[in-house]
């Protein structure tokens, strides 16, 4: 089965932290994806990477940034998190030059307080 | 545009009632379509997909979608709804290449009443 992981359930930081939010995967996917969730609004594509090192700016990148050093870890970013970045966030895997189905990690709750 | 519409935005079954989810999509290349759901404080788990051949498709916990080319359509169905089917569900669509990422709609949420 494939896993995605993500390094907290939940998180609560103060306005103007910097917080990272870490994604690992298990089956050599070479796709990663990150995305907000917000009622009403369904997902919202944030940033995405294709192989270690790259990376491509989603719908929404402001704000964010992400760096991806090994082919499992994706990471996102907030350099000042602020009250407006509260939201569930989804990191997604998949694989390149097949089916584009993605797979997804269980999600972090954050609130910037 | 490329985009998906889920037009209900809540929906309410009894218990045992069969249920249909719409999903309408606009994409330019063949599709490849997709149906998650969300159970609640949980990530997105795959019900069901199409790629080709047979438009009829069956996923896991019983659910079907079928697929639509004349409707641009690709709606979910289960015969008799359980409790915890209670979930939101999301269309989605994507194609190869373009980094396979994926268009998702805004999700339909399911309440189920006993």
């Known amino acids: 089965d494939v896993k995605v992981t993500q390094s907290s359930r939940y998180l609560v930081k103060r306005t103007g932290e910097k917080v990272f939010l870490e994604c690992v995967q298990d089956?050599?996917?070479?796709?990663m994806f990150w995305y907000r969730q917000d009622p009403g609004l369904g997902l919202r594509l944030i940033y995405f990477?294709?192989?270690?090192?790259?990376?491509e700016k989603g719908d929404i990148p402001e704000g964010y940034s992400v760096s991806r050093e090994k082919k499992e870890r994706f990471s996102l970013i907030l350099e000042s998190a602020s009250t407006n970045q509260t939201s569930m966030y989804l990191c997604?895997?998949?694989?390149?030059?097949?089916?584009?189905?993605?797979?997804f990690g269980p999600g972090t709750r954050l609130t910037v307080t | 545009a490329q985009s998906v519409t889920q037009p209900d935005i809540h929906i309410t079954v009894s218990e045992g009632a069969s249920l249909e989810l719409r999903c309408n999509y606009s994409?330019?290349?063949?599709?490849?379509l997709f149906w998650y759901v969300q159970s609640p404080g949980q990530g997105l788990q795959l019900l069901l997909k199409?790629?080709?051949?047979?438009?009829l498709v069956q996923g896991i916990k019983g659910f079907e979608a079928e697929f639509k080319r004349s409707q641009s359509s690709f709606n979910l169905r289960k015969p008799s709804v359980h409790w915890s089917d209670a979930a939101e569900y999301f269309c989605?669509?994507?194609?190869?290449?373009?980094?396979?990422?994926?268009?998702f709609g805004a999700g339909t949420r399911l309440a189920v009443h006993p």
């Open positions: 199409y790629f080709s051949g047979d438009t």
């Open positions: 997604a895997s998949s694989f390149s030059g097949r089916a584009p189905e993605q797979y």
């Open positions: 989605a669509v994507g194609a190869l290449g373009g980094y396979n990422k994926l268009i």
């Open positions: 990477s294709y192989d270690v090192k790259m990376k």
């Open positions: 089956m050599d996917h070479e796709n």
């Open positions: 994409y330019g290349a063949t599709p490849y």
